[in-house]
């Protein structure tokens, strides 16, 4: 069993990766909408991936004797005004989920709790290859910018973008 603090800091991160899983969702339905039919299937398979990122820690507090308690997540934004507004929000999401791991495996360390602090480490790599991937994305909406052909081809393209594991 983990302290208080961890089983703390573990929930609040369960319940960020629930707040992502939605946040990609809420984003696949707007590009839906909009037309971009391979960046929409991105980001419904990116939340999926958040959805699992969540579970993974579920799991582990189950494992270890904690609680879980899963808390009401709210997405109100609706709509961007571009593509490059989405991935800059995203980018912006994912640097707040790196930095929000960083500070529970110092936790962690505070805590002397070695299991949780090996656990995270899975977290620590993913976040460097989904900070990567969200900002190599984003530097080519802006090379693209508003031109239509261009953003036709990257919506083709986007499939091939993956972490690099
Ligand atoms: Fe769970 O990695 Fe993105 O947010």
Known sequence: MFSN??????????????????????????????????????????????????LKLIRYISKRGGFIILDNICINKIT??????LFQILFEHEKKISNEINILVELCLQEKD??????????????VEEETLIKT???????????????????????NFHKKK
Do not use: P
């Open 5 to 54: 603090k961890i089983q703390t800091g573990l929930t609040k991160q369960l319940n960020k990766e629930s707040e992502s899983s939605q946040l990609y969702l809420s984003m696949a339905s707007w590009t839906e909408r909009k037309g971009f039919e391979g960046i929409c299937e991105f980001l419904y398979d990116h939340s999926n991936e958040e959805r699992i990122h969540m």
């Open 114 to 127: 070695y299991f949780t602090y090996n656990f995270l480490q899975w977290y620590v790599e993913e976040q």
């Open 137 to 159: 994305i984003l530097n080519k909406i802006e090379l693209i910018e508003e031109d239509k052909g261009g953003l036709y081809l990257f919506d083709k393209d986007i499939k």
């Open 80 to 85: 961007y005004g571009s593509l490059r507004e």
